[in-house]
T-cell receptor, first 112, second 114 residues
Framework: TQLLEQSPQFLSIQEGENLTVYCNSS?????LQWYRQEPGEGPVLLVT?????EVKKLKRLTFQFGDARKDSSLHITAAQPGDTGLYLC????????????FGRGTSLIVHP | DAGVIQSPRHEVTEMGQEVTLRCKPI?????LFWYRQTMMRGLELLIY????????DSGMPEDRFSAKMPNASFSTLKIQPSEPRDSAVYFC????????????FGPGTRLTVL
């Protein structure tokens, strides 16, 4: 089983602050996804990264896939209350059907 | 498209009762997944189907849990008999080759077993 460790588990910050959350594994993944889950809803895909070293930006969110494809980070610039939610990373192995393994997530609260 | 539909949204039942959770995947998706989410264990994959056929049920906790997918537009997850430790949010998700590897999740069913 490929395990994904996410840190920190919880994060409470003020509006306008920057933050970085991490997703680490000892396994190599063919691709890695980041989902955001808001209270009372299911996770929604934010981004998929597939190439080692790849950086993707989504407005104030910057996602990076590690060179060895074992880890990833999500950086949020000038966080806003709307960024509040559970951020989940999910990794899949190459070959066959893509069945991702999810980390336990980072719960982010951004206070106005 | 309405997205993945789950019912009921909330279920409260007593220990020992049978519980049936329902899911309608996005039309055209050929993969369907059932997950359970708790604070302690996070999001756990219970079982997934490909073209209505169960492929991997190794995540199903025990024989009290069963899942079926009689056709491409409907799946059920049944717990019989239910126990308090089954209390969790259960999600159904679907995906298809056309959408890459993105999983589309339903809103979940919050199950409370008293």
């Amino acid at each position: 089983t490929q395990l994904l460790e996410q840190s920190p588990q919880f994060l409470s910050i003020q509006e306008g602050e920057n933050l970085t959350v991490y997703c680490n594994s000892s396994s190599v993944f063919s691709s890695l996804q980041w989902y955001r889950q808001e209270p009372g809803e299911g996770p929604v895909l934010l981004v998929t990264v597939v190439t080692g070293g790849e950086v993707k930006k989504l407005k104030r969110l910057t996602f990076q896939f590690g060179d060895a494809r074992k880890d990833s980070s999500l950086h949020i610039t000038a966080a806003q209350p709307g960024d509040t939610g559970l951020y989940l990373c999910a990794g899949g192995a190459s070959g066959g059907s893509y069945i991702p393994t999810f980390g336990r997530g980072t719960s982010l609260i951004v206070h106005p | 498209d309405a997205g993945v539909i789950q019912s009921p949204r909330h279920e409260v039942t007593e220990m020992g009762q049978e519980v049936t959770l329902r899911c309608k995947p996005i039309s055209g998706h050929d993969y369907l997944f059932w997950y359970r989410q708790t604070m302690m264990r996070g999001l756990e994959l219970l079982i997934y189907f490909n073209n209505n056929v169960p492929i991997d049920d190794s995540g199903m906790p025990e024989d009290r849990f069963s899942a079926k997918m009689p056709n491409a537009s409907f799946s059920t997850l049944k717990i019989q008999p239910s126990e308090p430790r089954d209390s969790a949010v259960y999600f159904c998700a679907s995906s298809g080759l056309a959408g890459g590897n993105e999983q589309f999740f339903g809103p979940g069913t919050r199950l409370t077993v008293l």
